[in-house]
C-alpha cells in the first residue's frame, strides 16, 4: 500500500522565494497534519485538516505560512516570503477517524534549506 | 513548562543491555500514549501504543502511571538495530475531540557492540 507521499524530498532556495511543498495522504484517512522539525524545537504541530477543514492551526508561525487541502487527496504547505529561520525538515502525516489510539503514519518529508 | 517532556539522552549501551526511558506529560486530561521512533534522516513511526495496564511487544515493555502522568518504556537485550530516538507522545482532545499528537523532544538510544 501506497504511504503519505510528499514532494520535493529536498528544497534548497534563496530567501525571499516562494516555497510549496506537497502532500498525498493515505487513501481513506480523514486526518492531515503537517509538523515542522527541528534540532531546537524537534517535532511542532503546524496545522490539522479533518475532511478537508482546517481545525487547528495554531501552530502555524506566522502569515507567512499557508496550508490549503482542495481535496482528499492533496494538500499543500506554502511558504511565502521565505526565511532562513524557516529551514527545517516538513512532515505530513495522515490518520484514520478520530478514534484516540489511532497512530498518525508519516511520510519522508521535506528537507528544506534556505539561503 | 514542556507538554511532554523526556530525558534527551544520549543513552549509549552495549548490546544486550537493557534500557529504560522515562517522559511525564502535563495535561491529566490526556486520554491516549504512544512511543514513536524515529531513525536519523527519517520519519517517525510508531512503535506501540501505551495502555493503562501497560503492554509488552517482545523486548518492548510500555507502562502508564495516570496519578503521576508518567509514560516508561523498557527495551530488553539491546539490538544494534534499536539505535535510533524513541519519542514520547501523548494524544490530547482539544474541544472537538479531534486526534491531535503532542510529542516529547525524544531521547536519542545508541547501541554499539
Known amino acids: 500500500d501506497a504511504g503519505v507521499i510528499q514532494s520535493p524530498r529536498h528544497e534548497v532556495t534563496e530567501m525571499g522565494q516562494e516555497v510549496t511543498l506537497r502532500c498525498k495522504p493515505i487513501s481513506g484517512h480523514d486526518y492531515l497534519f503537517w509538523y515542522r522539525q527541528t534540532m531546537m524545537r524537534g517535532l511542532e504541530l503546524l496545522i490539522y485538516?479533518?475532511?478537508?477543514?482546517?481545525?487547528?492551526d495554531s501552530g502555524m508561525p506566522e502569515d507567512r505560512f499557508s496550508a490549503k487541502m482542495p481535496n482528499a487527496s492533496f494538500s499543500t504547505l506554502k511558504i511565502q516570503p521565505s526565511e532562513p529561520r524557516d529551514s527545517a525538515v516538513y512532515f505530513c502525516?495522515?490518520?484514520?477517524?478520530?478514534?484516540?489510539?489511532?497512530?498518525?503514519?508519516f511520510g519522508d518529508g521535506t528537507r528544506l534549506s534556505i539561503l | 513548562r514542556k507538554e511532554v517532556e523526556q530525558d534527551p539522552g544520549p543513552f549509549n549501551v552495549p548490546e544486550g543491555a537493557t534500557v529504560a526511558f522515562n517522559c511525564t506529560y502535563s495535561n491529566s486530561a490526556s486520554q491516549s500514549f504512544f512511543w514513536y521512533r524515529q531513525d536519523c534522516r527519517k520519519e517517525p513511526k510508531l512503535l506501540m501504543s501505551?495502555?493503562?495496564s501497560g503492554n509488552e511487544d517482545g523486548r518492548f515493555t510500555a507502562q502508564l502511571n495516570r496519578a503521576s502522568q508518567y509514560i516508561s518504556l523498557l527495551i530488553r537485550d539491546s539490538k544494534l538495530s534499536d539505535s535510533a530516538t524513541y519519542l514520547c507522545?501523548?494524544?490530547?482532545?482539544?474541544?472537538?475531540?479531534?486526534?491531535?499528537?503532542?510529542f516529547g523532544a525524544g531521547t536519542r538510544l545508541a547501541v554499539h557492540p
Open positions: 507522545v501523548v494524544n490530547m482532545f482539544p474541544s472537538g475531540g479531534y486526534n491531535k499528537l503532542i
Open positions: 502525516a495522515s490518520s484514520l477517524e478520530q478514534g484516540s489510539n489511532q497512530p498518525q503514519h
Open positions: 485538516f479533518n475532511n478537508n477543514v482546517p481545525i487547528d
Open positions: 501505551v495502555y493503562s
